[in-house]
């Protein structure tokens, strides 16, 4: 039996309150330009990073249109 594991055996959900989201902010690899994640800064400064999204740009557009929404 193997232990050896892909990212996509794994998912995690996570929950933010958008009263706690004060800034997002789409990034790429410098290296490899297909590796895209989404920064997340919370009203206290945590900050979350995600990547491997299946419609990264739509992501990025509904986050951030929550954001100016409020």
Not at 15 to 28: D, E, G, T
Request: proline letters at 3%; glycine letters at 2%.
């Amino acid at each position: 039996m193997s232990t050896f594991r892909s990212f996509t055996d794994h998912v995690d959900l996570v929950v933010i309150p958008l009263h706690q989201l004060r800034a997002v902010n789409p990034s790429a690899s410098k290296t490899n330009q297909s590796e895209k994640y989404i920064q997340i800064i919370s009203v206290d400064n945590h900050e979350f990073w995600f990547m491997g999204f299946v419609h990264y740009d739509s992501a990025v557009k509904n986050i951030q249109g929550v954001l100016q929404t409020r």
